[in-house]
Structure formats: structure tokens, C-alpha cells
Nanobody
């Protein structure tokens, strides 16, 4: 079982930036699916960005503003969020899986989850 711990959330003004981090408790191969999801009150958890090997995918709502990356030496996943908007406000979750549906953006395709970190944009 892979343990994931997110950090870096907080409150920012619209147009500001945040960098989220996700530390894995064990080594995760670059071939693993790694992703960021978010969930706003009253809404379903949605995929924001994902990475497997050198390939990345983004939700249309964050394309051009968010960047997902991974530091293999530290077993840490990152999400750089720029030009933040109020609609980005949500609980952000780190996720990992060994499956092949990394870019589905669906919660059901990821089995390992962090506890979440809150992002609030005003």
C-alpha cells in the first residue's frame, strides 16, 4: 500500500500561485500513474492533472495554468498552480495507481489517495 501525503495548500488572491507537493512513502516507478484531483463542496472529485513516465495530461479548465511534475529522487509529485481563479477553490488530492488508465480523470481508476490539502482562491 502506497501512502501519500500532500502539502502546500493555502489561501491566495486571484491571479496568485501555489505549489502543491505529494510525498510517497515508498518508491514509485516512473511507469506508475500519478495524478492530482480536486473536489469542491457538493461536487464530484475530478481529475486535474496526471503524469506517467514523460507524458502529462490536464483538464481543460487548468490547461496552460497548472503544471504537474515529479522528482524521482525524492519520490515526490508536484502541482505548480499559476493564475489561480476562485473556481479553483477545492480540496486537492494526490493519487497513484499501477493501472493503465492514468489520463481518465476518474476517481475509480486510482486506488491510492492522500488526505488532501485545501486550496482557497478569493
Amino acid at each position: 500500500h502506497v501512502q501519500l501525503v500532500e502539502s502546500g495548500g493555502g489561501s491566495v488572491q486571484a491571479g496568485g500561485s501555489l505549489r502543491l507537493s505529494c510525498a510517497a512513502s515508498v518508491y514509485i516507478s516512473s511507469s506508475y500513474c500519478m495524478g492530482w484531483f480536486r473536489q469542491a463542496p457538493g461536487k464530484e472529485r475530478e481529475g486535474v492533472a496526471a503524469i506517467v513516465s514523460g507524458s502529462t495530461s490536464y483538464a481543460d479548465s487548468v490547461k496552460g495554468r497548472f503544471t504537474i511534475s515529479k522528482d524521482n529522487a525524492k519520490d515526490t509529485l508536484y502541482l505548480q498552480m499559476n493564475s489561480l481563479k476562485p473556481e479553483d477553490t477545492a480540496m486537492y488530492y494526490c493519487a497513484a495507481d499501477i493501472g493503465w488508465r492514468c489520463f481518465s480523470g476518474l476517481r475509480q481508476d486510482y486506488n491510492n489517495w492522500g488526505q488532501g490539502t485545501q486550496v482557497t482562491v478569493s
